[in-house]
């Protein structure tokens, strides 16, 4: 399986769907964006839509095509 190509810098506001719902809470948006002094991104903020629960993750973890899809479905 190819990683996806993300564009971290991009990420923001992006949807993504778990393959893995947990507590019913499948579709998330990315609310934030975490850099480092340089501007680089190292994380993201995801927001569960149904229960608007964040949690923090490496934006590299997105690319994981068997944990996140892109989008909701």
């Not at 190509?5 to 964006?33: D, G």
């Not at 995801?46 to 629960?53: C, D, F, I, K």
């Not at 993750?57 to 899809?69: G, H, P, S, T």
């Amino acid at each position: 399986m190819n990683p996806q190509r993300l564009n971290p810098s991009k990420l923001l506001l992006s949807k993504w769907t778990a393959r893995q719902p947990r507590n019913r809470e499948k579709h998330f948006l990315v609310t934030e964006l975490h850099c480092d002094e340089e501007g680089t991104v190292l994380q993201v903020e995801l927001q569960a839509v149904l229960t608007q629960r964040t949690e923090r993750l490496d934006w590299r973890a997105l690319q994981d095509d068997e944990r996140w899809l892109m989008g909701w479905k």
